[in-house]
């Protein structure tokens, strides 16, 4: 069972930024790696999760909703098994848990349904 490990959250200030990671472990191959279509989602309290950023493993081929564009990129290190996700200029509206998932042959990049695996989630607070 494919496993995924965030981390970086924290608590910055408006227009501060956070790096976050994700680990993603017990992959049966580098082939099956490869099929991947990792994405973070967030979750604000009393919000339905939403899709923020994603990337292709195979080709780095990138995702964003229009929310973070600009703000945030997405990037791989196939090597690791890991992707991150830096945040820069970040507002109130960013705070929620952040999580990453992986999904194989993804169509509907942002569709939850499409992602079969997820971490555990990692808190991001922006003050005022």
């Known amino acids: 069972q494919v496993q995924l490990v965030e981390a970086g959250g924290g608590s910055v200030q408006t227009a501060g930024s956070l790096r976050l990671s994700c680990i993603v472990s017990?992959?049966?191959?580098?082939?099956?790696?490869?099929?991947?279509?990792i994405t973070w989602f967030r979750q604000a309290h009393g919000n339905e999760r939403e899709g923020v950023a994603g990337?292709?493993?195979?080709?780095?081929?990138?995702y964003y909703a229009d929310s973070v564009k600009g703000r945030f990129t997405i990037s791989g290190d196939k090597a690791k098994n890991t992707v991150f996700l830096q945040m820069n200029s970040l507002t109130p509206e960013d705070t929620a848990m952040y999580y990453c998932?992986?999904?194989?042959?993804?169509?509907?990049?942002?569709?939850?349904?499409?992602?079969?695996?997820w971490g555990q989630g990692t808190q991001v607070t922006v003050s005022s």
């Open positions: 998932a992986a999904g194989r042959y993804v169509a509907d990049k942002f569709g939850r349904s499409e992602y079969g695996s």
């Open positions: 017990k992959v049966p191959s580098n082939n099956y790696y490869n099929t991947f279509t």
């Open positions: 990337i292709d493993i195979q080709d780095s081929r990138t």
